[in-house]
Protein backbone atom coordinates (compact mmCIF):
# COMPACT_ATOMS: atom_id res chain seq x y z
CA UNK A 1 0.00 0.00 0.00
CA UNK A 2 0.95 3.77 -0.65
CA UNK A 3 -0.08 6.90 0.09
CA UNK A 4 0.50 9.49 -2.51
CA UNK A 5 0.93 13.17 -1.50
CA UNK A 6 0.67 16.40 -3.92
CA UNK A 7 3.07 19.37 -3.98
CA UNK A 8 4.37 22.05 -6.26
CA UNK A 9 1.16 23.61 -7.20
CA UNK A 10 0.77 27.73 -7.69
CA UNK A 11 -0.28 30.23 -9.40
CA UNK A 12 1.39 30.91 -12.45
CA UNK A 13 1.02 33.18 -15.88
CA UNK A 14 -0.16 32.40 -18.94
CA UNK A 15 2.80 30.29 -20.84
CA UNK A 16 4.75 29.84 -17.45
CA UNK A 17 5.96 26.60 -15.54
CA UNK A 18 5.34 24.64 -12.73
CA UNK A 19 6.81 21.50 -11.19
CA UNK A 20 4.56 18.63 -9.36
CA UNK A 21 5.85 16.15 -6.83
CA UNK A 22 4.18 13.13 -5.81
CA UNK A 23 5.86 11.54 -2.60
CA UNK A 24 4.28 7.87 -2.41
CA UNK A 25 5.34 6.62 1.35
CA UNK A 26 4.84 3.18 1.32
CA UNK A 27 6.79 -0.20 0.44
CA UNK A 28 7.00 -1.28 -2.80
CA UNK A 29 7.02 1.91 -4.55
CA UNK A 30 8.83 0.43 -7.87
CA UNK A 31 5.52 -2.27 -8.17
CA UNK A 32 3.19 1.07 -8.78
CA UNK A 33 2.11 2.43 -12.13
CA UNK A 34 1.50 6.60 -11.18
CA UNK A 35 -0.64 8.71 -12.88
CA UNK A 36 -1.50 12.24 -12.71
CA UNK A 37 -5.00 13.63 -13.14
CA UNK A 38 -7.00 16.48 -12.91
CA UNK A 39 -10.25 18.16 -12.15
CA UNK A 40 -11.49 21.21 -12.75
CA UNK A 41 -14.45 23.03 -10.94
CA UNK A 42 -18.13 21.32 -12.27
CA UNK A 43 -15.99 18.35 -14.52
CA UNK A 44 -15.00 15.33 -14.46
CA UNK A 45 -11.67 13.88 -13.40
CA UNK A 46 -9.58 13.63 -16.58
CA UNK A 47 -6.28 11.61 -16.89
CA UNK A 48 -2.91 13.39 -17.43
CA UNK A 49 0.03 11.77 -17.75
CA UNK A 50 1.21 7.97 -16.61
CA UNK A 51 4.28 6.72 -15.59
CA UNK A 52 5.05 2.55 -15.91
CA UNK A 53 6.89 0.95 -12.77
CA UNK A 54 10.89 1.75 -14.30
CA UNK A 55 10.04 4.88 -15.76
CA UNK A 56 10.63 3.57 -19.33
CA UNK A 57 7.41 4.24 -20.60
CA UNK A 58 5.40 7.43 -20.15
CA UNK A 59 1.76 8.41 -21.76
CA UNK A 60 0.04 11.71 -22.15
CA UNK A 61 -3.01 12.92 -23.09
CA UNK A 62 -3.28 14.49 -26.32
CA UNK A 63 -3.83 17.90 -24.80
CA UNK A 64 -0.65 18.17 -22.94
CA UNK A 65 1.82 15.99 -25.40
CA UNK A 66 4.88 18.23 -25.89
CA UNK A 67 4.48 20.79 -22.93
CA UNK A 68 4.38 18.41 -20.17
CA UNK A 69 7.47 16.02 -18.61
CA UNK A 70 6.68 13.18 -16.20
CA UNK A 71 9.51 11.17 -14.64
CA UNK A 72 9.80 9.07 -12.07
CA UNK A 73 12.92 8.62 -9.25
CA UNK A 74 12.36 4.87 -7.56
CA UNK A 75 15.08 5.56 -5.17
CA UNK A 76 12.87 9.02 -3.45
CA UNK A 77 9.10 7.23 -3.96
CA UNK A 78 8.77 10.26 -6.08
CA UNK A 79 7.04 11.66 -9.43
CA UNK A 80 7.64 14.40 -11.30
CA UNK A 81 5.63 16.75 -13.24
CA UNK A 82 6.91 18.86 -15.46
CA UNK A 83 4.31 21.67 -17.20
CA UNK A 84 5.81 23.83 -19.32
CA UNK A 85 3.57 26.42 -21.53
CA UNK A 86 0.95 26.62 -19.34
CA UNK A 87 -2.77 27.82 -20.39
CA UNK A 88 -5.62 28.75 -18.53
CA UNK A 89 -7.39 25.73 -19.77
CA UNK A 90 -4.33 23.85 -17.66
CA UNK A 91 -6.39 25.23 -14.50
CA UNK A 92 -7.70 22.57 -12.06
CA UNK A 93 -6.70 20.36 -9.23
CA UNK A 94 -4.30 17.95 -9.99
CA UNK A 95 -4.19 14.38 -8.17
CA UNK A 96 -1.50 11.89 -7.87
CA UNK A 97 -2.87 8.49 -8.17
CA UNK A 98 -0.93 5.18 -7.98
CA UNK A 99 -1.86 1.98 -9.42
CA UNK A 100 -1.00 -2.01 -8.45
CA UNK A 101 -1.21 -3.59 -11.93
CA UNK A 102 1.61 -2.91 -15.26
CA UNK A 103 -0.91 -0.76 -17.28
CA UNK A 104 -1.18 -0.65 -21.02
CA UNK A 105 -2.61 2.01 -23.07
CA UNK A 106 -5.64 2.76 -23.32
CA UNK A 107 -5.85 1.28 -19.46
CA UNK A 108 -3.90 4.18 -17.77
CA UNK A 109 -5.83 6.56 -18.50
CA UNK A 110 -8.99 5.21 -16.58
CA UNK A 111 -9.48 6.44 -13.24
CA UNK A 112 -10.82 2.90 -11.72
CA UNK A 113 -7.52 1.88 -12.48
CA UNK A 114 -5.74 3.69 -9.62
CA UNK A 115 -6.02 2.37 -5.88
CA UNK A 116 -4.44 5.06 -3.78
CA UNK A 117 -4.89 8.58 -4.73
CA UNK A 118 -3.53 11.81 -3.14
CA UNK A 119 -5.44 14.94 -2.03
CA UNK A 120 -4.40 17.14 -5.06
CA UNK A 121 -2.43 20.38 -5.24
CA UNK A 122 -4.32 23.23 -7.11
CA UNK A 123 -2.64 24.81 -10.25
CA UNK A 124 -4.58 28.01 -11.44
CA UNK A 125 -2.99 29.93 -14.80
CA UNK A 126 -3.71 33.38 -15.03
CA UNK A 127 -4.33 35.03 -18.61
Known amino acids: QVQPVESGGGLVQNGGSLKLSCVAS????????MGWFRQAPGKARTFVAAINRNGTNTYYTDSVRGRFILSRDNGKNTVYLEMNNLKPEDSALYYCAASASALPLPEVRFTGMYNYWGQGTQVTVSP
Open 26 to 33: GRSFTRYT
